[in-house]
C-alpha cells in the first residue's frame, strides 16, 4: 500500500470513529433527557452502572466469538482507571447538583486545560502558540453559547474540582493504557467495563438517594420507561465503544476539543426540533467562534511543531516525535 493511500485510509477511519462517537453521543442524550425529564428517572449514577453492564455484555460476547484477544493489564492500573472514571461519574453528577448551570459548563470547559496539563507532565507534550490560541477560542465560543448565570459556593466548587480532575485524568488514562501495554479498544474496555458497573451498581442506588432523595428500587416501572431504559443502555455501547476508540486513536485534549462539536449540534437540534427559545446573537456568535475554533485546532495541532512530543533519551537522536491529530494509536489501527 502506497503512503498516500494508508494516509487515506487513516484519515476515512479517523472520520468514522469521530462520527460514530458523535452519533451516539447525541443519541444517547436524547434517550436520557426523555428517561429522566418525561418519565423521571433520575438515578443517573445506578443508570450509568447499567450502562456498563450491556457493555460488559457487548465484551463477553466479542471474546466469545473471537473478536477481543486474551490481553494483560496490571490490576494496579485498571484501578486507579476504574477510580479515576467512578470518580468522575458521581463528581460531575453532584457538580451540577450543587452548582449553577453557568458555573458547571465553567468546569467542563476547565477539563481542556487540565487535560493539557497532564500532557505537558507526563507525555513532555509542547504545543505551539496557534495550538494554544485555537484551544483558547473554542473554549471562549462554547462559554459564549452556554454559559448564563454563574454562582459558586465551597461545597460546589470543590465537587467541581473532583469532577474535573478525575475526568481528565480517566480520559488521559484510556489514551497512556491503550498505548503502554498495546491494547485496543475491545481489550481496553474488556477489563475496565466489569469492574466499573459492579461498583457503580453497588455505590449508584446509596448515590443517588443522597442526591436526590428517591429510591430507585420504588421508582414506578412501566413499558414505556424500561423501553427507553432499553435503549440507553444499548446506545451506551456504542459510545463507551467510540470514547475508547477516539482518544486511542487522538488524545484526550483533541477529543475534549472536537468533544464540543457536540455541544454545538446539540443545541442546534434542541433548537431546531424543540423551538427557538433561547437562541438569539450571542449564542449564534459563541457556535460560529466554537467552530473556527475547532477548524483551526485542526489545522494548527497537525502542522510540524503544533504538538510535539520531545524524546529525552540519550539513546535516540534530538529531533523531536510529532505528535498530530490524526495520528493513530496502533492497536485501533484496524478498527
Request: hydrophobic residues 50%; contains cysteine; charged residues 15%.
Amino acid at each position: 500500500m502506497t503512503p498516500s493511500s494508508k494516509a487515506d485510509k487513516k484519515a476515512a477511519v479517523d472520520i468514522a470513529a469521530w462520527m460514530f462517537n458523535i452519533v451516539t453521543s447525541v443519541g444517547i442524550i436524547i434517550i436520557n433527557k426523555a428517561l429522566m425529564a418525561t418519565y423521571g428517572f433520575t438515578f443517573a449514577t445506578t443508570l450509568t452502572g447499567l450502562h456498563f453492564v450491556t457493555t460488559t455484555l457487548m465484551t463477553i460476547v466479542l471474546r466469545w466469538l473471537g473478536y477481543i484477544q486474551p490481553s494483560h493489564l496490571p490490576i494496579s492500573d485498571l484501578l486507579k482507571f476504574v477510580l479515576f472514571a467512578n470518580f468522575s461519574i458521581v463528581g460531575m453528577n453532584v457538580s451540577l447538583m450543587w452548582n449553577s448551570v453557568g458555573f458547571y459548563q465553567i468546569a467542563k470547559l476547565s477539563m481542556i486545560p487540565v487535560s493539557c496539563l497532564l500532557e505537558v507532565a507526563f507525555d513532555k507534550i509542547r504545543y505551539s502558540r496557534d495550538t494554544k490560541l485555537s484551544i483558547l477560542t473554542v473554549l471562549l465560543g462554547v462559554a459564549v453559547c452556554t454559559v448564563t448565570d454563574v454562582s459558586v459556593n465551597t461545597k460546589g466548587f470543590i465537587a467541581a474540582v473532583v469532577a474535573v480532575w478525575s475526568t481528565a485524568l480517566q480520559q488521559y488514562y484510556v489514551h497512556h493504557l491503550q498505548k503502554q501495554y498495546k491494547l485496543s479498544s475491545f481489550n481496553l474496555l474488556g477489563h475496565t467495563a466489569p469492574i466499573q458497573a459492579g461498583s457503580l451498581l453497588l455505590a449508584g442506588p446509596f448515590v443517588d438517594y443522597w442526591l436526590t432523595n428517591k429510591r430507585v428500587d420504588a421508582f414506578k416501572y412501566d413499558a414505556t420507561s424500561l423501553l427507553f431504559l432499553f435503549l440507553s443502555c444499548s446506545i451506551a455501547i456504542g459510545t463507551n465503544l467510540s470514547q475508547f476508540i477516539c482518544i486511542g486513536r487522538f488524545t484526550a485534549v483533541t477529543f475534549q476539543v472536537l468533544g464540543h462539536m457536540k455541544t454545538i449540534l446539540v443545541l442546534t437540534l434542541g433548537f431546531i426540533f424543540f423551538g427557538r427559545e433561547g437562541l438569539n446573537l450571542h449564542v449564534v456568535l459563541g457556535m460560529i467562534i466554537a467552530i473556527l475554533g475547532m477548524v483551526w485546532y485542526g489545522n494548527a495541532s497537525s502542522k510540524p511543531g503544533g504538538k510535539e512530543r520531545r524524546s529525552y533519551s540519550l539513546s535516540k537522536t534530538s529531533q523531536p516525535k510529532k505528535d498530530y491529530l490524526l495520528e493513530a494509536s496502533d492497536p485501533n489501527d484496524k478498527v
